[in-house]
């Protein structure tokens, strides 16, 4: 795969089979960085589309705070599309209609502000917001987007008192903007806005996955959106959007403490949606470390809802301090999927038992796909209720479309867990790659110049597994024992053909086969495509692994 961003640099050679660095390594830093958890609040869109003004805002803060929300952790009060109808002054400045925002912008900002929360903003990378290109339940409004104005709109956003900016793609989508350009840009102006108002703003990515993003924008960014909305405006709250949102957001080696992989914003709590839907859904966004932006009417929300929103052991999970994004780590059977998330302290997992079938099914968290050994203790956050201790794995009855989340407390099993690194030719110097970012199932592995992205990143896992991505695993293609068994990725689902050995030689052999990963035919070219082969002494069957 060409590199498509600044190269790092290349990885040593000739080392042998190197210990790899215990999760993930640190982002790039960012002048935008400036939080240390994923961020939490409530966001005006899923509720409200376009029609806000004080007053609606005004309504959802004093019930975010009411509501036990604020004391739970959610901080950030986000204006969303519909603020802004696109009007300038003569100077350009962005003006709005103070009927509907007495005092403007800076006095919404400074309500937020005075009940102890932090205020967000919105605009389009482009010259026209989404108002302008599609219904969000007022008149279209162009001329809503920052392009051309980037400096003056986000130093104007700074001195309005703003601490969150989101910044969306409609418009840089209808004028093909790159985003990684654009968005660097907007990196830049933010940055020079903080220069000089001393307020550093929280940057919110919003270009859909288009682009990316999980590759470039941990350098310049703290969130950044991986799918589609979840929920479009006149539509209903659905768990397969749900799901689609979250597994676009597995992309675990671009997250670390002050960078997120962005699934959208919640929609628990809105119509339609059980109570068991709205546990899952947080669920998945908790196991994900995911930011927590609350979609719904907090002034009408039930109190199931409002329990749900503020359960501080699942909260705990979403924040742990490590940043680490869950991954799936075993899917027995299809649709029977476990996710595990490494939390701080020694054996410790967050585990999330996800059934996408259409019939309840039992699933089990084995401790050794979670890096554990021994007895582990298990315990339901939703309850807050010890469920016992138990020697090998815990197997729980999950409904169809719903998921169980448990913590986990053991050993850590040796090699602490999960490691992630490159995986580097001895003979040809450059590294096991996945062509362009595919996740294909049966695409095969191939050598590539090193670069340093996710489609390079491997994980090996205390199970002998080589994840990438976070739920893809190197596989034997259907099972092969042969010579010339294509290793290609396929979802993780805990068979022999998924299982390899890393060997003090530079060998990587596969459990089930006893075949070495191999670069077909001793070549050393981008593109070289990697098999099973009997195990000999070339250079070609010889890996290092580092980090």
């Known amino acids: 795969m060409k590199a498509r961003g600044v190269l790092r640099a290349l990885l040593a050679l000739g080392m042998g089979v190197a210990t790899l660095t215990v999760g993930n390594g640190p982002a790039a830093a960012a002048p935008n960085n400036v939080v240390s958890t994923p961020p939490m609040g409530w966001a005006s869109w899923n509720t409200f589309a376009a029609k806000i003004n004080y007053n609606v805002i005004k309504g959802q803060v004093d ?11 959610y901080q950030y009060v986000n204006i969303d599309e519909g603020w802004w109808q696109g009007t300038r002054d003569a100077a350009g400045n962005i003006t709005v209609d103070t009927s509907e925002w007495p005092g403007g912008m800076a006095a919404i900002a400074d309500y937020i502000h005075s009940k102890g929360l932090k205020a967000g903003i919105y605009t389009d990378a482009g010259r026209d917001g989404c108002g302008y290109y599609y219904p969000t339940g007022r008149p279209a409004a162009p001329g809503s987007g920052s392009e051309s104005h980037y400096d003056q709109d986000f ?15 409609c418009g840089g989508n209808a004028e093909g903007l790159n985003p990684q350009s654009a968005y660097t840009a907007i990196s830049d ?70 960078h997120y ?37 907090l002034a009408t929300m039930s109190a199931e809802t409002r329990a749900i929103l503020t359960n501080r052991e699942v909260i705990a999970i979403d924040q742990d301090p490590l940043g680490r994004q869950g991954t799936r780590v075993a899917e027995d059977a299809t ?64 409904p169809s479309g719903q998921a169980v989340l448990l913590t986990v407390s053991g050993t850590d099993g040796s090699g602490s867990g999960s490691r992630t690194g490159a995986i ?25 110049d090193c ?97």
């Open 424 to 448: 580097v030719g001895r003979q040809s110097g450059r590294c096991l790659d996945i062509d362009n970012f595919s996740s294909v199932n049966g695409t095969q592995a191939q050598l590539w």
């Open 189 to 258: 102006s933010i940055a020079r806005a903080t220069a000089q108002t001393g307020r550093p703003m929280v940057f919110s990515i919003c270009s859909w996955g288009n682009g990316g993003p999980w590759n470039w924008a941990p350098g310049i960014s703290t969130m950044w959106r991986t799918s589609q909305d979840i929920i479009y405006y006149g539509e209903s709250a659905s768990m397969s959007r749900v799901l689609a949102n979250f597994d676009s957001a597995q992309h675990p080696t671009a997250q670390s403490p002050g």
């Open 155 to 169: 130093l104007q956003f700074s001195r309005w008192g703003f601490d969150f900016v989101k910044v969306d793609w």
């Open 63 to 73: 019930a975010l705070v009411s509501a036990g929300l604020k004391d739970a952790g």
């Open 335 to 398: 649709g029977l999927q476990v996710y595990s998330k490494t939390l701080t302290g020694t054996g410790r997992r967050a585990v999330l038992l996800l059934n996408r079938t259409g019939a309840t099914a039992n699933i089990t968290a084995r401790w050794s796909s979670l890096g554990l050994t021994g007895t582990a203790a298990v315990r339901d956050p939703w309850t807050g209720t010890d469920l016992g201790s138990f020697a090998s794995g815990y197997t729980a009855s999950v």
């Open 261 to 297: 992989n962005d699934p959208d914003m919640l929609i628990v709590g809105m119509p339609n949606f059980s109570a068991a839907q709205n546990r899952t859904h947080l669920g998945l966004w908790a196991i994900s470390g995911a930011p927590l932006l609350a979609g719904n009417n």
């Open 451 to 547: 670069n340093g992205q996710t489609n390079q990143s491997w994980t090996y896992t205390s199970d002998k597994r080589l994840t990438i991505y976070g739920n893809k695993c190197l596989d034997a293609y259907n099972r092969g024992t042969a010579n010339g068994t294509k290793a290609v990725i396929w979802d993780c689902n805990g068979q022999s053909n998924q299982q390899w050995n890393l060997n003090a030689d530079g060998t990587i052999t596969g459990v089930q086969s006893g075949l070495c990963l191999d670069a077909t035919g001793a070549a050393t070219a981008n593109g070289t495509k990697i098999v099973l082969w009997s195990c000999g002494s070339g250079a070609n069957q010889r890996w290092t692994l580092t980090s």
